[in-house]
């Protein structure tokens, strides 16, 4: 289990992947984004889309799934997740994609206010196949510290 | 159809609301987001959380739902948001919950350099039954300039 005296500024991370399927954004699209560029490639001919991509959410939950899977192989001892600063979606995410999920970890903060906690900001970068930013946040992670030895 | 023109900046809107089920909590974070606290109320209870509680990608998913329902009934010229600010779980969001999507517009911005558009932050929060918002984010949209008359 990984504390928050473990996290080292500066250290970078590939989480791991995802395969974007056309069911999959079809079925995030319709419930929760049906926005027509997000199902159909005729309607999202017609726009900057320029055929059927999927919902920035989506994106979105995508990521989180591979950051959940490496969690699992590489416990650390976090509390949870106040938010996210600037989420951009840069490049459209396309059927038939795949994604690549980094992270950068830039700062780790101490709680001034309670002892056995602190917390995490790391700039999440996801590209595609062919090395574009498709999308870009600063995550924010509370996490535990190392408790003292019993 | 509504133009960049006609977005006026402190309007206020209320873009509906969504009631949570515990088995949409679950197939999301099944899906996307299977940290325990999300899957069972087991795990939940020893963590901030108490119970079972929604992943905060499916929060931001069920607000956009909300969201395109209300431009369904309202459109608007968008074309599509190229991220969002500030976004911020503040606190859980749990089965049997309903959300209530609240906006107001902070900002219209017509772009320098393409004549035809520009963009519109929103203040986005979403409030539990309780009156507790649950999240914030600053959303960012592109949006068409009203054509010249024909």
């Known amino acids: 289990m990984k504390y928050l005296e473990d996290m080292v500024v500066g250290s970078e991370v ?66 949870g997740s106040p938010g996210c600063d600037e989420l951009r979606w840069k490049v459209p995410v396309y059927p038939g994609d795949t994604l690549h999920v980094y992270g950068k970890l830039v700062e780790v903060t101490p709680s001034r206010s309670k002892p056995n906690l602190g917390s995490v900001r790391t700039e999440m970068t996801v590209k595609n196949q062919h090395d574009q930013v498709v999308m870009s946040f600063t995550s924010i992670v509370l996490m535990l510290r190392r408790p003292a030895a019993a």
């Open 14 to 79: 590939h989480f791991g992947d995802y395969a974007v399927t056309r069911e999959e954004v079809l079925e995030f699209a319709r419930k929760y984004d049906p926005q027509p560029f997000h199902l159909s490639d005729e309607a999202a001919a017609k726009t900057h889309f320029g055929r059927m991509s999927a919902s920035g959410w989506h994106t979105c939950a995508m990521t989180m799934s591979v950051l959940v899977s490496y969690l699992q192989r590489d416990p650390q001892a976090g509390l």
